[in-house]
T-cell receptor
Framework: GAVVSQHPSWVICKSGTSVKIECRSL??????MFWYRQFPKQSLMLMAT?????????EQGVEKDKFLINHASLTLSTLTVTSAHPEDSSFYIC???????????FGDGTRLSIL | GENVEQHPSTLSVQEGDSAVIKCTYS??????FPWYKQELGKGPQLIID?????GEKKDQRIAVTLNKTAKHFSLHITETQPEDSAVYFC???????????FGSGTKLNVKP
């Protein structure tokens, strides 16, 4: 079945560092990928929709200069958390749909810890 | 936009019993409803889905029902096993939009 790979799975870094997270669709092409943030024991909060070859669409309240998204190919989207601070610590998950008619498949998430 | 509500937030059952999780949605234009299982430290995994032209779908021990008139859909797990313990999310997608709205999640605990 469709597989979405996310890397890295866990990042610990100092405050002020920029962190890049990769999301890849391994056996299908995805013109659209989604980035979510999940706090402990809470649901998935959609941050942005990543569109191949065009600018990402950000949800209200999400700083686009803080969370840079690049969807350079049909199988890769990246999320860069710029100048990360402790409040950015969270679980970040990406998803991609194999087609417009099926539910998205999720990566295994990236746990980001900013010291 | 769409608003998806999910109940209960936690559910504890004895191994072998059935578990039911319910979701409601607000926008009648939603036409696709996937369910996800999320284990600790992992991303959600698609386990079953249903489209608005179908009232029920079953896959082994899990089934989903949809009532379009009442705008609610449910996940049914029969003969529960300890490995079914996880957080389950329902979701809804608006027709012609590629955006999914998620419920708040249900933590299912199956006691051996």
């Amino acid at each position: 079945g469709a597989v979405v790979s996310q890397h890295p799975s866990w990042v610990i870094c100092k405050s002020g560092t920029s962190v890049k997270i990769e999301c890849r669709s391994l056996d299908f092409q995805a013109t659209t990928m989604f980035w979510y943030r999940q706090f402990p024991k809470q649901s998935l909060m959609l941050m942005a929709t990543s569109n191949e070859g065009s600018k990402a669409t950000y949800e209200q309240g999400v700083e686009k200069d803080k969370f840079l998204i690049n969807h350079a190919s049909l199988t890769l989207s990246t999320l860069t958390v710029t100048s990360a601070h402790p409040e950015d610590s969270s679980f970040y998950i990406c998803s991609a749909s194999e087609s417009g008619n099926t539910g998205p498949h999720f990566g295994d998430g990236t746990r980001l810890s900013i010291l | 936009g769409e608003n998806v509500e999910q109940h209960p937030s936690t559910l504890s059952v004895q191994e072998g019993d059935s578990a039911v999780i319910k979701c409601t949605y607000s926008d009648s234009a939603s036409n696709y409803f996937p369910w996800y299982k999320q284990e600790l430290g992992k991303g959600p995994q698609l386990i079953i889905d249903i489209r608005s032209n179908v009232g029920e779908k079953k896959d082994q021990r899990i089934a989903v029902t949809l009532n379009k008139t009442a705008k609610h859909f449910s996940l049914h797990i029969t003969e529960t096993q300890p490995e079914d313990s996880a957080v389950y999310f329902c979701a809804a997608r608006l027709y012609n939009f590629n955006k999914f709205y998620f419920g708040s999640g249900t933590k299912l605990n199956v006691k051996p």
